[in-house]
């Protein structure tokens, strides 16, 4: 079925964007994966729904995949889609308020909740905790502190981590060692020498290897230790149904 593209309809603020992705659909079932690719970098700015031709397209942004469903069947984008999951209730649409100790948000299916004490790590589902900023956007961050990313899900954050680290050409090619002259830095109050020696010891990496050569579980190692070495300490989740539960429980 071809896509009508000049009898659009529909109420989201962001359909003048289906201009720029035309490119991308003009067939369904026949996608331009570069160009979704580029459309999905920035996905605030793009289309979330339309009607087209009578039937529904959603595009949903999950993480750093893209999903085009369409009613009666689903549009498989390669490269990108590994399945169609439901997006986690659980997880985080918005970010109310945060401040030390405290942060409020807003879950997919519209429960709010509160997270306090802990440390903040734990409270921002930021594992690693990394510095907020283009690659954490990209990764699907919601927003920061004034300074760490705050991720939807711990899933999402720890991801994050992964990335960065095992598949960014910033880490990738470095030694445990030099990496954490740049991810734990002294001038931030770490020791790396110490911080590299305990991830060393725990993934039983060789001191000349690369972050890039480890394999799965070895990745896993790393990442656990770092949640250690971070203090990845949880504190009191409280739930809420929704804004008047949590205005009536004085929170």
Do not use: C
């Not at 999951?85 to 948000?105: F, H, N, S, T």
């Not at 990313?149 to 994050?160: I, V």
Request: net charge positive.
């Amino acid at each position: 079925m071809g896509i009508d593209w000049e009898n659009i309809t529909g109420s989201h603020e962001d359909i003048p964007a289906l201009e720029e992705m035309k490119p991308a659909t003009d067939t369904i079932g026949r996608i331009d994966v570069k160009k979704a690719e580029r459309i999905m970098r920035k996905p605030r700015k793009y289309l979330k729904w339309a009607v087209i031709s009578g039937a529904a397209i959603l595009v949903v942004f999950v993480g750093t995949k893209v999903v085009i469903d369409q009613w009666g069947g689903a549009i498989k984008i390669p490269s990108l889609i590994t399945s169609m999951k439901k997006m986690d209730e659980g997880a985080w649409a918005k970010i109310v308020m945060v401040k030390p100790g405290y942060l409020l948000a807003i879950r997919n299916n519209g429960h709010y909740e509160l997270r306090t004490k802990g440390r903040a790590g734990w409270r921002y589902n930021n594992p690693g905790k990394l510095v907020h900023g283009k690659f954490t956007r990209e990764q699907g961050a919601l927003g920061s502190d004034g300074k760490l990313a705050l991720f939807p899900s711990y899933e999402m954050g720890r991801r994050a981590m992964e990335v960065l680290l095992f598949e960014s050409k910033v880490y990738r090619n470095l030694t445990v060692k030099e990496a954490m002259e740049k991810f734990a830095p002294a001038s931030e109050g770490y020791d790396p020498v110490k911080y590299a020696k305990a991830l060393r010891k725990a993934a039983d990496i060789p001191d000349h290897w690369t972050l890039g050569k480890l394999d799965k579980t070895q990745r896993r190692d790393v990442l656990n230790e770092i949640e250690n070495q971070e203090d990845y300490i949880h504190g009191e989740t409280h739930l809420f149904e929704n804004k008047e539960d949590f205005e009536l429980k004085g929170y």
